[in-house]
Each structure stands twice: as structure tokens, then as C-alpha cells.
């Protein structure tokens, strides 16, 4: 699909551009910003056209798109720069316009072409969700029949974005950690290799300078984050599926893998088996215990400590 047929990435473009307050964006640096984007993903694309880009705008101006308030303001010279005249402003925090929903559909549409086949069983929840979430959105008489989880209010969602911006595009990342209970410090040059969910908790793994081991770290504990134009060390080499094999969770301690067996109360164990720690888990029903083979890691003890256990857990 043409460049110019997916007018939510120029949008979103704009919407940044628009909400900087560090820079001012007169009408050709806003037509030079979507072009040198866009020629990210296509190297051959030729550009919008200026009345593309009024056409845009005018858009998001519109009650159809947003009602934004964008605004022109004095510049150097003649030139006018554009700005939201409100500052927290965002279309990414207005609702959802006849726009949006079309696209949406039409993804919804190539996706559910998958729906069966094997080898993308993991979409059929994503696929579901994304039915559910479009149905709210674009009904008003819709009742909320299911909760997905999840914690809205979570710290660091923010960070999402740009982070995966940086891992999908091989880009050295610079940020502000504070540990819990630490002090805060800055890690500049790290190279992000790796995003993973666990615990209703996002995290990414870096490779940071001296330090020889992968880092992982929580993205609510990052801060002032800035993606460079300098590409990861090329040498860099990381397997995640390798990484989580043995473990639970996100921390990989040094050690081979251990077998290990544990008892449980009968009240308890019918819980384990329905939803397995690890993939290495074997159960016997006639002791009520299970065996996995893996490094154990604080996130291992703490889903131990959810279940009526016997005793300790056992190396075999």
C-alpha cells in the first residue's frame, strides 16, 4: 500500500510535531519531517504534496478528524510556525474518528484471514481483543461483557513507544534509571536488543558498556529517554528464545539448569497443573508434585509462593 493511502502514520507525525513545544515547525519543515519518515520504511517514496499536507491538516481541524487546536503562530521573517494552542493536547488521547475505525476494521480483515492456521494460533486472542475493543468503541449501547486484565494506570506504558522505536530500528538508547531503593543514574549509549511483558510489567534488555552480561530493565524505573541516531554494535548477537528457555519470568541468573521437584497440598495442585510455571513441567497426579528444569530465579520462588507447598523445593 502507497505511502500516501495511510494517513493515520502522517497524522501521528504531525500530532508529534505539533506537541513539541522545543522546536517550531513552519509548513515546509512539517512536509520535510512525514517525507524523511515515511522514506524510513520506503526509500522510494517521493513525498506528499503540499496539498496533502493541507489537506491533512485541515483534517485534523475538522470535527470528522479531531478538532485540534492547531494554530500558526509568528515565526523568523514571514514564516509561520504550527503548535497545538493546548498543550497536553494529543489525537492519540481523543476518541476514536470514522477514520481510525476504517482502518481498524480493514486490519481486523487481513488479520482474521489467518484465523485456523497453525502455524497463528497466537493471534486468536489478539484478534479477539482487537474485535471486542473496536465494538466499544464504535457503539455506545455496548455493554462491557468480558475484562482482558492488565493495569491501565501502570508507570513506564509511556516509554513503550519509543523504546520499541529504538529495538525495531537497531538505535543506541540513552536514560535515567533509578533502581528501587537505589539512586538514580544515567546510562548513555545502551543497546536495547529485546522488549518483554511479564507480570503486568514491561522490561528491556540491553547491552550496556562494562558490563559483559545482557541488563534487563524495568521500564516504569526508566526516565528521560533519548533514541540516538547511532546504530547498536553490530557484533551484538541475542537469542531471546535461547535466553528464556530456562527460566521463569526475566532475570537469568549464572548456572546450568537444575531439575527440581515440589510438593504441593492436594487443594493446591490441581492449580499448578492448569497453569503451568514453565514449560518443563511434568505433573504426578498420584503425589501431587511437579518437576521443571530450569535456573531458579526470584520470579520461580515467587510463583512458588502463590500454592500450598509441602515442604521446600527439592534439586533432583
Known amino acids: 500500500m502507497p505511502q500516501t493511502k ?58 470528522e478528524g479531531w478538532s485540534a487546536p492547531i494554530e500558526t503562530f509568528p515565526g523568523i521573517g514571514k514564516k509561520r510556525y504550527y ?34 492456521l497453525p502455524q497463528f494460533q497466537f493471534m486468536e486472542d489478539m484478534i479477539f481483543r482487537m474485535k471486542d475493543e473496536l465494538d466499544m468503541a464504535t457503539n455506545v449501547q455496548q455493554e462491557k461483557v468480558i475484562d482482558w486484565g492488565g493495569n491501565l494506570d501502570l508507570i513506564g506504558r509511556e516509554n ?16 535515567t534509571y533509578t533502581p528501587f531503593g537505589g539512586e538514580s543514574f544515567r546510562v548513555v549509549g545502551a543497546n536495547p536488543v529485546f522488549l518483554k511483558q511479564y507480570n503486568d510489567r514491561w522490561f528491556m534488555f540491553t547491552f550496556e558498556e562494562g558490563r559483559e ?16 541516531d547511532t546504530e547498536i554494535d553490530s557484533q551484538i548477537e541475542f537469542d531471546p528464545e535461547e535466553y528464556f528457555w530456562d527460566i521463569v519470568g526475566v532475570t537469568r541468573n549464572e548456572g546450568e539448569p537444575k531439575r527440581i521437584k515440589v510438593y504441593l497440598h492436594p487443594r493446591s495442585y490441581p492449580y499448578i497443573v492448569t497453569k503451568p510455571i514453565h514449560h518443563s513441567q511434568r505433573n504426578n497426579d498420584e503425589e501431587y508434585s511437579i518437576t521443571v528444569k530450569l535456573i531458579p530465579n526470584r520470579e520461580f520462588e515467587s510463583q512458588l509462593k502463590q500454592y500450598d507447598l509441602i515442604g521446600d523445593w527439592k534439586e533432583i
Open 6 to 63: 495511510k494517513p493515520l502514520t502522517r497524522y501521528n507525525i504531525l500530532d508529534r510535531c505539533f506537541s513539541n513545544s522545543g522546536r517550531n515547525y513552519t509548513f515546509e519543515d512539517l512536509r520535510e519531517e512525514i517525507n524523511d519518515k515515511l522514506r524510513e520504511g520506503d526509500p522510494a517514496f517521493k513525498g506528499i504534496s503540499t496539498r496533502q499536507l493541507r489537506d491533512d491538516i485541515a483534517f485534523m481541524r475538522s470535527s
Open 83 to 116: 503548535r497545538y494552542d493546548e498543550q497536553n493536547f494529543s489525537i492519540n488521547n481523543a476518541s476514536v474518528n470514522a477514520t481510525q475505525i476504517e482502518e481498524l476494521n480493514i486490519a481486523l480483515q487481513v488479520l482474521s484471514e489467518f484465523q485456523g
Open 160 to 175: 513503550l513507544s519509543p523504546l520499541y522505536d529504538a529495538v525495531s530500528r537497531k538505535k543506541r538508547v540513552n536514560f
Open 213 to 228: 552480561y545482557v541488563n534487563n530493565r524495568a521500564l516504569d524505573r526508566i526516565s528521560n529517554i533519548q533514541v540516538t
